[in-house]
RNA sequence: GGGCGGAUAGCUCAGCGGUAGAGCGUCGCCCUUACAAGGCGAAUGUCACAGGUUCGAGCCCUGUUCCGCCCACCA
């Protein structure tokens, strides 16, 4: 027989590598655009191109593919997307960053086609390698409908959103203070600024007051900015002040006249000195004040942070020499009054940690708040759920405060902004490397002199002027601009296709909580706004993987883990040096299988999970676990017809009717755990009943019927354990693809497909529910259990059979034990088996006292048993006892208990009671009798 | 400044009103013919602190202290 050649560990690297082609041959990861089966969809967060995978993308690829494959499994049309974003400034950087380290060149050095043409080169190598990761993890991915956020179906979708946008007004071009990377030169939102808190100072300068030889002294975290400054502000009801408001102050260093002006909003006269200057150019408080004001605005800046020639003798500095030497000149004049340490946060570019500087720029802008109301009504109205719940109130706050969403980047990887400018008529866009004109600053309301004409292709010939020169924006879209459009732009929109009808809206929405703005509010806003239904009825946010000591995975700390490692091994000088530290012969190989399982087991609902190799190791333990109670069963099925059903009217024992019973509660709850997004919870119900029940018992009692006699109870048993194997192996899945496969195909069943992957998903049967037998193995497990504690106690090695006599006072529990001896005899290590009422207990005997039957077990072991530690063991055992009756005597003592507490409660309570006290009465007899 | 998590066994975490749990690790006995990646047994907790609600509180409420995260234009 083949099957007993079956080796006796499982080589998941060799299993794995096997079954992924054969899968994706035959078809079974396509879905079909028409079906009858009900469609279930996901599209896959579609991870950055900047390289390739860490241990932290394993996340959405297990938990997306445990649901896809449970729900094809379940009879569903799955649709799972792949994709991958091109990440516009993050790639863009990476690309440029290898430049320079290659050819020691910059991007300008090769001019825009060529250097698009380099990172097209590298997303080809990451995409690839990118895909090659998720094959290995097993995701079963319709790689037939793979996309890319630049492909050109994507891009149609972006040009038709855009130019809809704006035809609406929901799009507009103005001249804002936005946040800008001097290191990047390109606009951020606001969600691409992280802010950091920073010890800094707070300066109290003198601006003197003209005409006078009175000072005003403002307090500034900033002193270089004051180049910039067009006001000063006080609160207007402040009685220092008040009379100076209308005045004019004669700014330090450059001696510009400004006046003193009143504002509420932007002054709290309990702060520094109650007077603050206002550069309208560079801080947003000072840029709304300015608004309101109309105050000039003076850029002081340029795309570098350097000094423009606006800061006169300042020019063409950078701006953190600018600030010495602004300070150093104060101080020689005597207007620096003082310095004090001051905590401040600072605006960080999220991808080159530079420090943000507000800038003045002409930008594009979507107007969100439209947007955002059935955005927020959609939550509201459950029309999508947001999993665990925990994120709906940091949803409602984002988007009930959310500000508009500045698109444009002066970047050149990206979706190039459809917006064309008649090289005839039009002005030019704006160069924004120059200074802003101080003199005239454009307010937003002025609108927009040089209008471009936006359209889905180039226009052929300007409507104004007839001119048929145009040059196109050179601005690219903010990377989530694309990816707001992804539930349906990979189902084929603006085409009305019938993957659209079909899989819109998607499924479900599994991502981790850290784009939860990003992109999940902006699938939202743009999904309800171009499909007028919500993109998906649930978002189920998962946390976030970090390494063994809770950091966050990132290159420059070494703790970033290749899930490819993980999965296949890794040679020492593969790895970190930190991993090599703790691998130093190298990476095991842990196998796909093992990865997802611990990705699961640890997916508790948190903000973030821990992941340990070790708990990795674990899993790797339980897949050959698995593979070996399998080999058990195959080498003992001689005999066994292929296995169609099992029949339910079989004449089951005990053992058989228990196990089938937990299986099916097994089922039941990991079907009830998995629609609930329980994916912690689901592994772990199948691991438990896995080992500690199938395993640990019932292959345990199966050998009985398997070695003996009765043909007929072999055969049974043989049945039971293809049937629970079956079951187990198909449950297990979704969570271990690889393993589950493997083993499946050498099962003797009658097959109507020839791939677990496209099995049946188990139902919970009610008929298989068994109370009855599980109460009845209760006394038995009880029995073995108690004989294993006294042996093991005691020392006695396993080989060595010892005689055991049982009694207890319920005719229920001894008629029990009589009938099923033959199960506890050889489990328990018994040569001889005594069962009987209670009475003359044997002498020279290790006793205990069963839980929650009471019987009392005795194992003679004269010789062999050490009284001292028994009767230490005993002794030991009443104090447990007594402490449990303590507590449960306390709620007694107390007489509102017995009259208010529910009455199963005070009942449930009372037999407690009485269990405790009939057990400490026998531990104490037997413990008399030793001494 | 606002908001949200977390604090339970040595470690990682479940439990969220009615007998404190799991996995890993630790310790003992075992190569018992599926599995030593294994079997059997054992030890281990003022459930962060202080109040309160309740017959009864890791669990609910209030406050405190730490740790972490998110949002925010107070110089």
Redesign the pocket.
Known sequence: MPNAELP????PTEAEARWYPTWMSRGYFRAEAISEKPPYCIVLPPPNVTGSLHLGHAVPATLQDILIRWKRMSGFNCLWVPGIDHAGIATQMMVERELKKTENKTRQDLGRAEFLRRVWQWKERYGARIAEQHRFLGASLDWSRERFTMDEASSAAVREAFVRLYEEGLIYRSKRLINWCPACHTALS??E???E?REGS?WEIRYPIKGSDRFLV?????PETMLGDTAVAVHPDDPRYRDLIGKTVVLPLLGREIPIIADAE????????????VTPAH???DY?TGLRHRLPMISIFDESARTTREAGPYAGLDRFEARKRVLADLQAQGLLERETKHK??VGLCQRSGTVVEPRLSLQWFVKIESLARPAIEAVEQGKTRIVPE?WV??YF??MR?I?DWCISRQLWWGHQIPAYYCKSCSARPQRRGRAEDPTHPMFPEEGDRAAPIVSRERPAKCPRCRGTEFEQDPDVLDTWFSSGLWPFSTLGWPKDTPELKTFYPNSVMETGH?IL?FWVARMMMLGIHFMHDVPFPVVYLHAMVRD?K?E?MSKTKGNVIDPLHVILGAKPEELSPSQRNKFPQGMPAYGADALRFTLAA?M???????L?L??VD?Y??F???LW??S??AL?NLKGLEPLAELARDADFALADRWVLSRLNRTTRSTVEALSRFEF??AA?TIY?FV??EF??WY??LS?GPLYGDDAQARKRTQSVLVYSLDQILRLLHPFMPFVTEEVWQKLPLVRSVNSIMIAPYPVADPRFDDSEAEAAMAPVIEAI?GI??I???S?????MKVPAVIQSADPAVRQGLERWRHYLMPLAGVSSLEISAPGAKPQQAAAFVGVKTGMEIFVPLAGLIDLTEERARLA?EIQRVDA?LE?VRR?FD?P??A????RE?VE??RA?ADELSLRRAKLQENLNRII
Not at 218 to 222: D, E, G, L, S
Not at 795 to 799: E, K, M, T
Not at 899 to 902: G, N, V
């Open positions: 006796k560990a499982y080589d606001d969600l600024v992280e802010h808190e707070l403002v307090a500034t975290t900033r932007l002054v709290n006269p309990e702060f520094g000195t109650g007077v603050v200057k801080d947003f408080n709304q401040l946060s925990t109130a940091t706050q984002w405060n500000h850290d703005f063994e809770g966050k640890l508790q609902q948190g903000r973030d999970i821990k340990s070790d708990r674990g790797k333990a897949a050959n676990k070996n109670a080999r058990f080498m912690a919870e772990s438990q080992w500690h395993c640990d292959v345990e050998k259990e294993r504690n042996r093991g106690e020392n006695v090695s396993p080989s030991k449990d507590s709620k107390n509102n208990f009259a208010k507490a529910p409660v449930k309570e407690r």
